[in-house]
């Protein structure tokens, strides 16, 4: 969205329930720019529902995620820690030397 500086907009979105469920957020410029008077529950028919927000203007990236989002995210990302912790070889080893090493000699 973009818009002259200083003024004010706002979104009225219709969204299928296959898209929205269970429920949505809406992150504005990753979350940098205030989402004003949201209002998911503007309007419901059973199929599709409208929802409202507003925002000061300038140029933004909106995006409409699904609400359980991050913690797919935070669970993938701990997944991938743990992962990381468990394989990877640290600086901090020492080498053992085999007692039948015969390289010296």
């Not at 080498?95 to 039948?100: A, F, N, S």
Request: proline share 6%; hydrophobic share 40%.
């Amino acid at each position: 969205m973009n818009g002259t500086d200083e003024t004010y907009g706002f979104s009225r979105i219709c969204i299928p329930h296959a898209l929205i469920e269970p429920e949505i957020a809406v992150i504005i410029d990753d979350g940098l720019t205030e989402v004003l008077y949201p209002n998911c529950t503007l309007r419901d028919d059973g199929f599709h529902r409208w929802i409202y927000f507003a925002y000061q203007h300038s140029t933004h990236e909106i995006l409409i995620i699904p609400e359980f989002w991050p913690m797919i995210f935070l669970s993938t990302l701990m997944v991938i820690t743990l992962w990381h912790s468990f394989f990877q070889k640290t600086g901090n080893e020492t080498e053992i030397e085999h007692p039948m090493d015969v390289s010296d000699g």
